[in-house]
């Protein structure tokens, strides 16, 4: 080639070009990831060192957004509205919201208020916060009317218990003076002891090799008498506290007292996949049965969850 050889482009018109750019932009992803609301908790009184003067927080653990998103799924949290915001209230229902999103976790945190499942405080350090109630069991009643999951973790499955009739120990040292510690304050997520599985339940299903799993255990509260419809998939080994329930009704609804969002790189604790696998597995269906339906407003396919290296 000669040193006078210049070397030119073929010419591409604008229209070429913005043709081009439409058929990008117009390619539209056949699938999506699971929709997975999560309940906030709520901090009424900030410390005064986060800077939020007269301020309420909404908030969701990392641990719970983590256990979700390793999953392949997406976590949304979804803030409560009080009753002062006129204009959310007004413009957005709960039933908007629970449209948009495939499921929902309900994860742990204060108490549930006695006066929820008609009972008065044994104590005032165990009121509970009857505003997060009201919130929660709002949005449970909704996901389960449009037939999508619902998983309670700690007090999320206390709620779940009380949502269908039940109630709570208040107090378990109280009430249950035989019962071993299930919470120390100092310990907090380090104290474990063992659940023994309910033969025959469908939690068994996702522990065929073991009828007896080691946890965590962070709850001066438990379960007293069960709901309607609700039974009890696994207990306390060393005193029969219940540790895990299960909806029977015609859509998917579970409950576990400890707290598998926190097992994670802990062996001697159970495998905390199987539970969130089960979970979006059946979030996945509900949505697909929408989809099939006619009842979805999104296209696209949900992926299938994602199941970790070992799993």
């Given at each position: 080639m000669s040193?006078?050889?210049?070397?030119?482009?073929?010419?591409?018109?604008?229209?070429?070009?913005?043709?081009?750019?439409?058929?990008?932009?117009?390619?539209?992803?056949?699938e999506r990831a699971l929709r997975i609301g999560v309940s906030a908790r709520l901090l009424h009184q900030a410390p005064q060192e986060l800077g939020f003067r007269n301020k309420i927080l909404q908030y969701i653990e990392q641990s719970v957004a983590h256990w979700i998103m390793e999953h392949g799924a997406v976590a949304f949290m979804v803030p409560a509205v009080a009753h002062d915001s006129k204009h959310a209230a007004r413009h957005?229902?709960?039933?908007?919201?629970?449209?948009?999103?495939?499921?929902?976790?309900?994860?742990?945190?204060?108490?549930?208020?006695?006066?929820?499942?008609?009972?008065?405080?044994?104590?005032?350090?165990?009121?509970?916060?009857?505003?997060?109630?009201?919130?929660?069991?709002?949005?449970?009643?909704?996901?389960?009317?449009?037939?999508?999951?619902?998983?309670?973790?700690?007090?999320?499955?206390?709620?779940?218990?009380?949502?269908?009739?039940?109630?709570?120990?208040q107090d378990i040292p109280t009430q249950c003076p035989a019962a071993h510690a299930h919470v120390d304050t100092d310990l907090y997520d380090q104290l474990e002891h063992d659940v023994t599985f309910l033969q025959g339940t469908a939690l068994t299903k996702l522990y065929p090799n073991a009828s007896q799993l080691r946890v965590t255990s962070i709850h001066h509260q438990a379960v007293a008498e069960l709901g309607k419809g609700v039974v009890v998939e696994a207990v306390s080994t060393l005193d029969g506290l219940v540790e895990a329930i299960r909806w029977t009704g015609d859509t998917y609804a579970r409950g576990v007292q400890w707290h598998p969002e926190f097992h994670h790189g802990r062996d001697a604790l159970a495998d905390s996949s199987p539970i969130m696998l089960d979970f979006l597995e059946a979030s996945r269906a509900a949505a697909l049965e929408r989809l099939a339906n006619g009842h979805e407003p999104d296209p696209r396919v949900p992926r299938a969850p994602l199941r970790l290296v070992g799993d």
């Open positions: 040193s006078s050889t210049v070397l030119t482009k073929s010419p591409v018109s604008k229209t070429t070009r913005a043709a081009s750019v439409r058929r990008r932009d117009t390619t539209v992803p056949t957005l229902k709960v039933e908007q919201v629970v449209q948009e999103l495939d499921a929902l976790v309900l994860q742990g945190g204060a108490d549930v208020a006695p006066q929820t499942y008609g009972q008065t405080p044994m104590d005032p350090r165990w009121q509970g916060d009857v505003v997060r109630d009201r919130y929660e069991l709002a949005l449970l009643r909704t996901f389960l009317a449009q037939k999508k999951p619902v998983l309670g973790v700690c007090r999320g499955a206390q709620l779940l218990n009380v949502a269908f009739g039940g109630t709570l120990y």
